[in-house]
Every structure is written in C-alpha cells, then in structure tokens.
C-alpha cells in the first residue's frame, strides 16, 4: 500500500480538534466539525479552503462518510460538552447544504 503524505500548504479558516475528514471523488477533503458546527472543502493542489455548510450543533470526533451519490454522511461524536450524540448530518458539497 503506499504512503499517505500530507502537506500543509495554508491553515484551515477555522480551528478545528476532533473533527470528521474524508476525501472526496474531487481529490478535495471535506473537513467537517471539530468543535464547531461548520465544514470546510480543502484542495490541496491549490492548498485553498472553502465553506462547505452548517450543522444545527457543534460536535467533535464524528465519523464522516462519502456516499456513492458523493454526499456526505457525518455520524455520532460528541457535543461541545462531551455529551455522546445520536444524529446524522448529510452534507452535499456541491451545494454547500
């Protein structure tokens, strides 16, 4: 299998721990909570980060799933107070919702 390298071309618009990341069938990442209720699009060829929508709570250490349909399925974690959850957000990047 061959390695995964990262760079880190600029930050993120917003500090993110614990956040939900899975990459996406564009080669962009999607980069969702992480204590806020927010997610970012990163390219990495560009190293530009983009809004990419907003949850109805902050959460962190969720677990974020690409869909077929290129969605993605953002589950569980916990809120800003530790509290375990139990919802499921779906971001559609290509809308921004």
């Known amino acids: 299998m061959p390695e995964l390298v990262v760079e880190q071309h600029h930050l993120a618009r917003l500090d993110r721990q614990g956040d939900g990341t899975t990459a996406l069938d564009t080669g962009h990442v999607l980069v969702a909570g992480g204590y806020n209720a927010s997610a970012e699009v990163h390219d990495p060829e560009t190293g530009i980060w983009r809004g990419a929508g ?17 969605r993605v399925l953002v589950t569980g974690g916990t809120d800003s107070v530790g509290a375990r959850l139990s919802s499921a957000e779906v971001f559609d990047v290509a809308s921004g919702t």
């Open 54 to 70: 907003a949850a109805p709570h902050a959460y962190r250490e969720a677990s974020a799933t690409r869909l077929l349909d290129g």
